[in-house]
């Protein structure tokens, strides 16, 4: 089984609809990251969450919003999609050791397409 | 605005070769530099990493060379192969020791037979 675990692997929606991309993980890491992918881009930093009581917004949060529900659970809401969102949604962790912290473990992504 | 870019969009190159790819930053604050593969379908996967008191770090077959004066930063794979076939992205740690980071937009290294 995948350490980091999305769910839907991919979604097909209206604009208007409200979407929720959810990630878990089993590797025990408290911090935990959404990120957005765009074709012939790099990733781009939606949120991220250090511990369950802290949530701080990325690069591109506008439009989205997340929920630390567990330490191994993090997930990503699009309260009213717009086709601008249409991407591929990664999740990622990473352990908080000093040194390492930049080592991301993703999931396999969620591919969602908003028409 | 700051930003993290790579040379070349595809890079093609036989099996058996050594593959450079390279990669330009200009936030000459940035400390702490990662390499990224990203198979199709796949998440991106950890490759290496340098911190910007290093110039060169070696791995298993691939070495990552970091240029502070000219801002540059190159992964070089020995004796290529072909699972080696990837989308590969460097990305700058904008914020030491977090997972925040800037991604380039990545280079695809095609591996011929």
């Known amino acids: 089984d995948a350490d980091v675990t999305q769910t839907p692997r991919n979604r097909i929606t209206k604009t208007g609809k409200r979407i929720m991309l959810e990630c878990s993980q089993t590797?025990?890491?408290?911090?935990m990251y959404w990120y957005r992918q765009d074709p012939g881009l790099g990733l781009r930093l939606i949120y991220y969450?250090?511990?369950?009581?802290?949530?701080n917004k990325g690069e591109i949060s506008d439009g989205y919003s997340v929920s630390r529900q567990a330490q191994a659970k993090f997930s990503l809401s699009l309260e009213s999609a717009i086709p601008n969102q249409t991407a591929l949604y990664f999740c990622?962790?990473?352990?908080?050791?000093?040194?390492?912290?930049?080592?991301?473990?993703f999931g396999e992504g969620s591919r969602l397409t908003v028409l | 605005g700051e930003s993290v870019g790579l040379h070349l969009p595809t890079l093609s190159v036989q099996e058996g070769d050594n593959s450079i790819i390279n990669c330009a930053y200009s936030?000459?604050?940035?400390?702490?530099f990662i390499w990224y593969k990203q198979e199709s379908g796949k998440g991106p996967q950890f490759i290496i990493d340098i911190r910007s008191n290093m110039d060169k770090r070696q791995g298993q077959r691939v070495t990552v060379l970091l240029n502070k004066t000219v801002k540059h930063l190159s992964l070089q794979i020995a004796a290529t192969q072909p699972g080696d076939s990837a989308v590969y992205f460097c990305?700058?740690?904008?914020?030491?020791?977090?997972?925040?980071?800037?991604f380039g937009q990545g280079t695809t290294l095609q591996v011929k037979p």
């Open positions: 936030n000459s604050a940035s400390d702490y």
């Open positions: 590797k025990g890491h408290d911090r």
């Open positions: 990305a700058e740690n904008f914020a030491s020791n977090t997972g925040k980071l800037i």
């Open positions: 990622a962790t990473s352990v908080r050791a000093s040194g390492r912290a930049g080592e991301l473990f």
């Open positions: 969450s250090f511990d369950v009581k802290d949530i």
